[in-house]
């Protein structure tokens, strides 16, 4: 298994650089007005958002990758 | 007390992208494990198509952004004011700033096991700045946060890019800390270094769904501990059957956290969102989340949501709820957040968006009210406050905690 995957994720990445150059932009910009909703964000609620990362590593050992800001209160 | 291996947030750097910086992070990629054969893979994906031809991006809207927010749970009590404000200047730049304040009133079972109820407060500033050329946004910043045993400083560097007829965006960034861990009416002063690496990726899939991948790693060396704590180890002498002692953690910690997210947009105007994310680190917790997300809008002003979350984790190689003897083992702790366990949240939320016209100079005005409840089931801590037990059989903690967030978000 240790060798099979990363075979597997070089084919991926060669798909992946392929794709950035030999596809076509396949969702045209009419088409787009569901992802231009507000309730399509990643992030709807800014601050209030990241205050709830902050709530989160202050109590749990994992830490990252939250796709907001991070930092936060440790309080015990 | 600011927890020392926590995140450092954000701010103003100097620092440039240039070789060392990708030297740097190609180095601690490829010595920090398994995992991260896929953040090797993604990264160089990333770089390559980094160079890709772009065109306009936008810069962040100017917003005033106030949240009063209120943690109740486990014997704290933690509330104070949020404010981020974001205000451009001319086409190219935005600048942004936050006031944040934790008044803390602390008699949770860590405090009370050791020592007795304490109130505190911590403060924390940032300034940031954003600059726009074409698609791509260059952010850099500095976050302050003190109280009265702590302060932390940080800087923060990240770029952002659009590409693909704006259909994948990408975004690598870089963050240094440095804490000053002291402690109450003592000389003790301590310091720990940090750094955090991020590299995130987002692509439209079809014209109603959208998915992303974050990948974090963070590196601390110094002091990790948090002063006060202590272990629990047997002491037959004693009524209760055991005393405690100073923690002693480890002097580095190397931390990855992968995460996968997707929304979709359903038939009705309503959208769902999926989240998983993996951690592993190198004091040995390994933790996955996984995050639902439901928002569904009424008429043109109001919306509701409602969310579940659930996280489990494994403990660090060097916690134990009680040790066989004082100075047992090398590194030796009994934070609850090191042990096993799993918790879980259940949210609700409305809000209530004004249109144009409400205010002079206001094109957006919203308000929301989210509520948070929470519960945490502990696997190997035992709750010392109940009395009768034997030394290491008492009944094993649990408590449930409410997060109130109630916000307005002004776009002007």
């Known amino acids: 298994m240790r060798t099979r995957l990363p075979a597997f994720l070089l084919l991926f990445q060669l798909c992946f650089l392929s794709a950035c150059s030999d596809i076509k932009p396949w969702v045209k910009p009419y088409e787009r007005s569901n992802l231009a909703d507000p309730i399509m964000s990643l992030d709807r609620h800014g601050a209030a958002g990241s205050y709830i990362h902050h709530v989160y590593q202050a109590r749990e050992g994992a830490r990252g990758a939250e796709g907001g800001a991070g930092g936060g209160c440790g309080c015990n | ?412």
């Open chain 2, 1 to 412: 007390m600011l927890k020392a291996e926590q995140g450092a947030g954000v701010a103003v750097t100097r620092i440039l992208i240039n070789k060392s910086f990708f030297k740097a992070f190609f180095k601690l990629l490829t010595t920090v494990k398994p995992s991260l054969n896929i953040s090797r893979t993604l990264l160089l994906a990333a770089v390559t198509c980094l160079s890709l031809n772009v065109q306009a991006g936008t810069l962040p809207v100017d917003t005033v952004d106030a949240v009063f927010h209120q943690y109740d749970g486990g014997g704290m009590k933690i509330n104070g004011p949020f404010v981020l404000v974001r205000k451009s200047i001319g086409t190219q730049f935005s600048l942004n700033g936050h006031y944040y304040v934790d008044s803390v009133s602390a008699a949770s079972i860590d405090v009370l096991a050791t020592a007795s109820e304490y109130t505190e407060e911590r403060t924390e500033y940032s300034a940031g700045v954003d600059y726009l050329h074409e698609k791509t946004i260059i952010s850099a910043g500095y976050t302050n946060s003190e109280e009265n045993d702590f302060v932390a400083n940080s800087v923060f560097f990240s770029v952002s890019q659009d590409f693909f007829g704006d259909l994948s965006k990408i975004n690598f960034g870089y963050a240094r800390g440095w804490d000053e861990v002291g402690k109450i009416e003592s000389d003790f002063s301590k310091d720990v270094d940090r750094q955090i690496f991020k590299l995130g990726f987002s692509q439209v899939l079809t014209k109603n769904s959208l998915m992303g991948v974050d990948i974090e790693t963070i590196t601390d060396e110094g002091y990790l501990n948090n002063p006060y704590r202590q272990y629990r180890f047997v002491d037959a002498v004693l009524p209760k059957g055991y005393d405690y002692a100073f923690e002693v953690y480890p002097e580095t910690r190397t931390t990855t956290a992968i995460a996968l997210r997707a929304l979709y947009y359903l038939p009705y105007r309503a959208s769902i969102k999926g989240e998983y994310r993996f951690f592993t680190g190198s004091w040995g917790i390994k933790a996955h989340t996984y995050d639902l997300l439901y928002v569904h809008p009424i008429g043109s002003h109001w919306t509701l949501e409602g969310r579940y979350r659930y996280y489990s984790q494994t403990q660090a190689d060097f916690y134990k709820d009680i040790f066989t003897h004082e100075g047992a083992e090398d590194h030796m702790a009994r934070d609850k957040e090191l042990s096993t366990f799993s918790d879980y949240t259940l949210g609700f939320g409305v809000s209530y968006e004004f249109g144009q016209g409400v205010m002079p100079h206001v094109n957006r005005l919203k308000i929301s009210a989210l509520f948070d409840y929470m519960k945490f089931e502990y696997d190997n801590f035992r709750d010392v406050s109940q009395e009768d037990f034997a030394a290491g059989t008492e009944p094993l903690y649990e408590f449930d905690a409410w997060v109130t967030r109630l916000s307005v978000t002004l776009e002007y």
